[in-house]
């Protein structure tokens, strides 16, 4: 009956299995291309963030990665986890990078420092986490400024 129909609609076994191909070829250029293109970038402050402390595996957030104050976006397909985190700090306000196999993500809790407060968690073994932190140009300034002073 299957057949009968693929027939009808003007489809011939060759036909149909040169275009069954033809959509995940167009998924995985496309995919390839979209984790390229960054968004929300700033130059300036990849430069002054970094990764603190060592990355933390069979964790995740306090209040989940669902929670509506937390924005977590797929930024890009990675090979490890300092590649992820040189993506995430070119993104505006990110505050946690981590990898989920080879896909790397950027989390900014927004509001309250406890969004982004990391717990062990058995249920995804795949989540390296990796904390941002950002130097900001006033606070090096300052510093310049106590030193001249004192």
Sequence with gaps: MYLKQMIFLGFSDRTFSHRSL???????????YCSAVPS???SSDS????????????????????????????????????????????????SLAFTSRFDCYSVT??????????LPSFNNPTLVFARLERKKFNDSKKSKETKKGG
Excluded at 22 to 32: D, K
Excluded at 109 to 118: I, T, V
Aim: hydrophobic share 35%; charged share 25%; glycine share 6%.
């Design 22 to 32: 033809i959509f995940p070829l167009l998924l995985f250029i496309l995919s390839g």
């Design 47 to 94: 430069r002054s963030c970094y990764q603190t402390g060592a990355p933390e595996k069979n964790v995740t957030l306090m209040y989940g990665l669902d929670n509506p104050k937390v924005e977590k976006s797929l930024i890009g397909h990675v090979k490890t986890l300092k590649e992820c985190v040189e993506i995430a700090c070119r993104r505006e306000n990110a």
């Design 109 to 118: 809790c927004h509001g309250d420092e406890e969004l982004c407060w990391l």
């Design 40 to 42: 929300r970038t700033t």
